[in-house]
């Protein structure tokens, strides 16, 4: 961790910007009828991802390190489920939404390898 000089050097940050970015362009796409509803829950869990990375990182301590990152896969897995939920409710097809999918599981093993590498640190 020591050639980490920033949050924003860690690759897991930055898949998570982008996966906050396709989130935001889904959204758009969702009906008016969700826009303070499913719309600003999806927004909040994809912002989270990154903001506890980002603020774990600056903790003091691995412990709090560990605990936003915790956090993040929290809210990356309600993200992932809200992404099911627009193809339930038939607000997007499953084949658009299948590489935002891929790209959610992959930072989710990702949160997962950097937790149990800090865990061996430890």
Same mark, same amino acid.
């Given at each position: 961790?020591? #050639?980490?000089?920033s &949050?924003?050097d860690l690759?897991?940050?930055?898949?998570?910007?982008?996966?906050v970015k396709?989130?935001y +362009?889904l959204?758009?796409? $969702?009906p008016?009828?969700? /826009?303070f509803? !499913?719309v600003t829950q999806?927004?909040? +869990?994809?912002?989270?991802?990154? +903001?506890n990375? *980002?603020?774990g990182?600056?903790?003091? #301590?691995?412990?709090? &390190? $560990?605990?936003?990152?915790?956090i +993040?896969?929290?809210?990356l897995? %309600?993200?992932e489920?809200?992404f099911?939920?627009?193809? %339930?409710?038939?607000y997007?097809? *499953?084949d /658009?939404?299948? %590489? $935002?999918?891929a790209? #959610?599981?992959?930072?989710?093993r990702? !949160?997962?390898? !950097?937790? *149990?590498s !800090?865990r061996?640190h430890?």
């Amino acid at each position: 961790m020591t #050639s980490v000089k920033s &949050y924003q050097d860690l690759e897991v940050w930055r898949e998570s910007i982008d996966v906050v970015k396709r989130t935001y +362009a889904l959204a758009r796409t $969702l009906p008016e009828i969700e /826009r303070f509803a !499913l719309v600003t829950q999806m927004q909040r +869990a994809a912002v989270s991802v990154p +903001a506890n990375i *980002a603020e774990g990182w600056a903790r003091d #301590s691995t412990k709090e &390190y $560990l605990r936003h990152l915790s956090i +993040a896969r929290g809210s990356l897995a %309600e993200l992932e489920t809200f992404f099911v939920l627009c193809i %339930e409710l038939g607000y997007s097809q *499953a084949d /658009r939404l299948v %590489e $935002l999918q891929a790209d #959610s599981e992959t930072l989710g093993r990702r !949160l997962n390898a !950097l937790q *149990a590498s !800090l865990r061996k640190h430890t």
